[in-house]
């Protein structure tokens, strides 16, 4: 065996046992569950100490396209359009020449792909500077890529981790919210001589944006009322939530007119949500002795009145609350209720809920089912109703919060 062989195997020895080791220490790194600056640390010092490249930069896609690591380097990096620039690159590049200035400053482009989307990209400068044979530079960053991608998956496991772990606190801070808004609903709903109330509600999701109440005031008096935030989500419910218990407190100790409250109402829509949400918000007060119902609608899907044959749309009132600071106008309706008269609330999750052809449920198709099913009880009714918004949309999803308050009076 000549020395020429000899050398060749003891140098191929020592590269694969400098590879083994930087494995080695990396993977160590990530079984100690070292952080991210730690593991870009150990990187960086093995790129530059133990394999001699001493300018190159690391970008990494979280959400977006960042800049993970920099060494070496004073160009603007900012420039980069990773996903503009980068993303035609699939396997390892030699860049001879480059449209753009800054990657021109650069050798060769190492990608990082994960389901065959990028993940990461490499990018290295001044190979030229450091007398090695083109052909050893390119198995060197072979090497290097795969290195790379050990790292960049530790740093995408970390995240997706972290994301689990907040995903997982969100959902249970989500099944408080929903259990505390559970609460500021009404718990009993009265069905006597007088009167026969049920509500039926179905949140998109845990928490919701959509209100209904009924709060007996003594002396035959009863406030009815239904609302519906803008907007979803988490912020949405909690305004929502917030709304429902200014409207609890304020009753607890004292009455207001109408007018009054909705201005005060209006107040605090404008100071919780900041102009940013809406409230449409519709109140009724019922007088059982003189069978005289007032009320007022902020803004809210026209709920009626019936008694079988002939329909009354409620929609005297005012805009939305949290619209305006100051309410431009607010008027109060009155109606002398009939024997037998029903009050149908909803919000716009009934009428708005589209069926597979785009077609919306409308106003029209829940008058005529309470008109069909007059005789029913209003839980039996709102059941009837909730089943019939199910055959409606097939397998559509609900797009949004979904409420029926019914109200029949004798």
């Not at 790129?47 to 930069?57: H, I, K, P, S, T």
């Not at 990494?60 to 420039?79: A, D, M, Q, T, Y």
């Not at 419910?237 to 409207?247: D, E, V």
């Not at 097939?394 to 029949?408: E, H, I, P, Y």
């Given at each position: 065996?000549?020395?020429?062989?000899?050398?060749?195997?003891?140098?191929?020895?020592?590269?694969?046992?400098?590879?083994?080791?930087?494995?080695?220490?990396?993977?160590?790194?990530?079984?100690?569950?070292?952080?991210?600056?730690?593991?870009?640390?150990?990187?960086?010092?093995?790129?530059?100490?133990?394999?001699?490249?001493?300018?190159?930069?690391?970008?990494?896609?979280?959400?977006?396209?960042?800049?993970?690591?920099?060494?070496?380097?004073?160009?603007?990096?900012?420039?980069?359009?990773?996903?503009?620039?980068?993303?035609?690159?699939?396997?390892?590049?030699?860049?001879?020449?480059?449209?753009?200035?800054?990657?021109?400053?650069?050798?060769?482009?190492?990608?990082?792909?994960?389901?065959?989307?990028?993940?990461?990209?490499?990018?290295?400068?001044?190979?030229?500077?450091?007398?090695?044979?083109?052909?050893?530079?390119?198995?060197?960053?072979?090497?290097?890529?795969?290195?790379?991608?050990?790292?960049?998956?530790?740093?995408?496991?970390?995240?997706?981790?972290?994301?689990?772990?907040?995903?997982?606190?969100?959902?249970?801070?989500?099944?408080?919210?929903?259990?505390?808004?559970?609460?500021?609903?009404?718990?009993?709903?009265?069905?006597?001589k007088r009167m026969d109330i049920s509500a039926k509600y179905i949140p998109r999701h845990e928490v919701g944006g959509d209100y209904y109440d009924f709060i007996p005031l003594g002396d035959d008096q009863y406030i009815i009322c239904i609302a519906d935030v803008s907007g979803k989500g988490i912020s949405a419910a909690m305004l929502m939530a917030n709304f429902q218990a200014t409207i609890r407190t304020l009753f607890n100790y004292q009455r207001f007119e109408l007018?009054?409250?909705?201005?005060?109402?209006?107040?605090?829509?404008?100071?919780?949500?900041?102009?940013?949400?809406?409230?449409?918000?519709?109140?009724?007060?019922?007088?059982?002795?003189?069978?005289?119902?007032?009320?007022?609608?902020?803004?809210?899907?026209?709920?009626?009145?019936?008694?079988?044959?002939?329909?009354?749309?409620?929609?005297?009132?005012?805009?939305?609350?949290?619209?305006?600071?100051?309410?431009?106008?607010?008027?109060?309706?009155?109606?002398?209720?009939?024997?037998?008269?029903?009050?149908?609330?909803?919000?716009?999750?009934?009428?708005?809920?589209?069926?597979?052809?785009?077609?919306?449920?409308?106003?029209?198709?829940?008058?005529?089912?309470?008109?069909?099913?007059?005789?029913?009880?209003?839980?039996?009714?709102?059941?009837?109703?909730?089943?019939?918004?199910?055959?409606?949309?097939?397998?559509?999803?609900?797009?949004?919060?979904?409420?029926?308050?019914?109200?029949?009076?004798?």
């Amino acid at each position: 065996m000549t020395d020429r062989v000899i050398a060749s195997l003891e140098n191929r020895l020592e590269v694969g046992e400098f590879r083994l080791n930087s494995l080695l220490e990396i993977t160590r790194a990530i079984t100690t569950n070292q952080s991210v600056e730690q593991l870009t640390r150990l990187f960086s010092f093995i790129m530059q100490e133990q394999l001699g490249f001493d300018r190159f930069v690391l970008f990494n896609k979280e959400v977006e396209w960042s800049c993970l690591l920099k060494v070496g380097l004073r160009s603007k990096i900012k420039e980069i359009d990773v996903k503009q620039e980068l993303s035609r690159f699939r396997e390892i590049t030699v860049i001879e020449s480059s449209y753009s200035q800054v990657l021109n400053e650069f050798d060769v482009i190492v990608p990082v792909l994960h389901k065959n989307e990028p993940l990461a990209y490499l990018l290295i400068a001044g190979l030229g500077n450091r007398g090695v044979k083109l052909t050893e530079t390119l198995n060197q960053v072979s090497f290097i890529q795969t290195l790379t991608n050990i790292v960049v998956m530790a740093i995408e496991n970390k995240r997706m981790a972290k994301e689990q772990v907040k995903q997982a606190r969100l959902k249970k801070e989500l099944e408080v919210a929903s259990e505390m808004q559970k609460l500021l609903f009404p718990a009993d709903l009265p069905t006597n001589k007088r009167m026969d109330i049920s509500a039926k509600y179905i949140p998109r999701h845990e928490v919701g944006g959509d209100y209904y109440d009924f709060i007996p005031l003594g002396d035959d008096q009863y406030i009815i009322c239904i609302a519906d935030v803008s907007g979803k989500g988490i912020s949405a419910a909690m305004l929502m939530a917030n709304f429902q218990a200014t409207i609890r407190t304020l009753f607890n100790y004292q009455r207001f007119e109408l007018e009054f409250l909705i201005s005060e109402l209006n107040k605090k829509v404008m100071t919780s949500a900041k102009g940013e949400k809406f409230i449409t918000f519709f109140i009724a007060q019922y007088n059982a002795t003189s069978r005289e119902l007032t009320y007022v609608n902020a803004g809210h899907n026209q709920p009626f009145i019936t008694t079988g044959k002939e329909v009354k749309l409620l929609d005297i009132g005012c805009v939305g609350l949290g619209m305006f600071d100051e309410m431009p106008f607010i008027q109060v309706g009155k109606e002398t209720l009939a024997p037998n008269t029903t009050l149908v609330l909803y919000t716009d999750g009934v009428v708005e809920l589209e069926n597979e052809r785009n077609q919306q449920f409308e106003l029209e198709s829940l008058i005529k089912l309470v008109h069909n099913f007059y005789r029913l009880s209003m839980e039996d009714m709102n059941n009837l109703v909730f089943s019939k918004l199910d055959e409606w949309r097939g397998s559509r999803k609900l797009v949004d919060d979904t409420a029926v308050f019914s109200c029949r009076f004798f």
